[in-house]
């Protein structure tokens, strides 16, 4: 079965600074993979996702990009973070069923 | 456009009943697929399970199994002989049948075992 890596786990970082959380993914190839975000208490709201190496589509206009530069690796960054960017984001990999890695909690500070 | 709907905020079950949680859909696809995941308070998303929409019989793993009636578009959860370890969120979600690039999930259910 697949297994979704992510990290960090907890990020805390200041307004403006830049932001690059990693997932990596193992068990599968040419998975879809999505990044997720999740505000607290609330639904998973879809940000992006890819269904190969260097597509990427965007569900929701906002300050953050994804790339894809690797099969089985995904990225999201930011280049200046907002209070608003807060949440905890989830990558997924969807092939035959869909997993998700840890999380990572930030926190803009 | 996809839309998944749980209407139930939160449940409360007492430990070692059953409880249902509820889930309807709206799709225009003919090919569908319908998860439920577990979410705990440590954030992470539990796999439970899958219901592909041409699937005749409803899915059963374990203690969980969905009762799926594909006429009214509901895939509601069904969890038998709650355990306070499935206290939780559950959502429930789906992926569409056009090369299944998203997942939509609905907006969850708190889930609530008491001893």
């Known amino acids: 079965s697949q297994t979704i890596h992510q990290w960090p786990a907890t990020l805390v970082q200041p307004v403006g600074s830049p932001l690059s959380l990693e997932c990596t993914v193992e068990?599968?190839?040419?998975?879809?993979l999505y990044w997720y975000r999740q505000a607290a208490g609330r639904g998973l709201q879809l940000l992006f996702y890819s269904v190969g190496i260097g597509q990427i589509s965007s569900e929701v206009p906002q300050n953050l990009s994804a790339s894809r530069p690797q099969d089985r690796q995904f990225i999201l960054s930011s280049k200046k973070l907002l209070l608003s960017d807060s949440g905890f984001y989830l990558c997924?990999?969807?092939?035959?069923?869909?997993?998700f890695g840890q999380g990572t909690r930030l926190t803009v500070v | 456009a996809q839309k998944i709907t749980q209407t139930q905020p939160g449940m409360f079950v007492q430990e070692k009943e059953a409880v249902t949680l509820d889930c309807t859909y709206d799709t225009s696809d003919p090919s569908y697929g319908l998860f439920w995941y577990k979410q705990p308070s440590s954030g992470e998303m539990i796999f439970l399970i899958y219901?592909?929409?041409?699937?005749?019989q409803n899915a059963t793993e374990g203690r969980y199994s969905l009762n799926f009636q594909k006429a009214r578009k509901s895939a509601n959860l069904v969890i038998s002989a709650s355990q306070l370890g499935d206290s939780a969120m559950y959502f429930c979600?789906?992926?569409?049948?056009?090369?299944?690039?998203?997942?939509?999930f609905g907006k969850g259910t708190m889930l609530l075992v008491s001893p």
């Open positions: 979600a789906m992926r569409d049948g056009s090369g299944y690039s998203t997942l939509t």
């Open positions: 219901q592909g929409s041409y699937d005749q």
């Open positions: 997924a990999s969807y092939r035959d069923a869909a997993f």
């Open positions: 068990g599968t190839s040419n998975p879809n």
